[in-house]
């Protein structure tokens, strides 16, 4: 039942997840047209009810991630089973620290957690040594979670060498994906001016 909920869990928090990285793509086009999606799409997912089950999905899912690795801990075998766990235990360690950040930022500091609030860390005068490997390796952890958890439910219905394959490309585009947002908000492709209430120190 757990790993029912697990999954029912995952696919709601997918479903969010698939719009927030359209969104960080779009931002290839310029802040104006990330911003403009991102205000296009907070109305659904910032709803009265719709927010709250968001959030205690995230919860669940960092309680039940860890339980099943604790439960599984050393019978683990071959590089998908570990993958999974060390990107399910990544994404809960992210899930916390992240969630906890930008309700930090709307609730305490008042800002707008918008483009600027997740550029602000990967600035050249800010901390780009924690946040660049910390936002790319939440990418690479969803997609290699993802890709693991699809090669395990489909196992019996596909041979292992294709979902081996297709688990793999998964986790490719995981990788040039993270990266490409990371440099997107890093400043890489255009200039960024963060407005002065962003700046994690002297812009």
Partial sequence: MLHKL???SALLISLYVLFHLTNHVIALYGVEAHIRFMEGFRPIYRATLIEPILLLCALF???SGITFIVRRWGQRRGFFDHAQAISGGYLAFFLVFHVSAVLYGRLVQGLD???????AGLQPRAYPIFFVP???LAVVAYFTHLACGLRWVLQKHLSTQFLNRAAGGVMTVGFIL???I?????GTYYPIALPSEYCLNKC
Avoid: C, D, E
């Avoid at 957690?113 to 550029?119: E, S, Y």
């Avoid at 990371?182 to 890093?186: A, E």
């Fill in 178 to 180: 993270g990266l490409t």
């Fill in 61 to 63: 899912q960092v309680g």
């Fill in 182 to 186: 990371v440099s997107t908000f890093s």
């Fill in 113 to 119: 957690t918008n483009f600027f609030f997740a550029a």
């Fill in 134 to 136: 910390y936002y790319t």
């Fill in 6 to 8: 697990h999954r029912i």
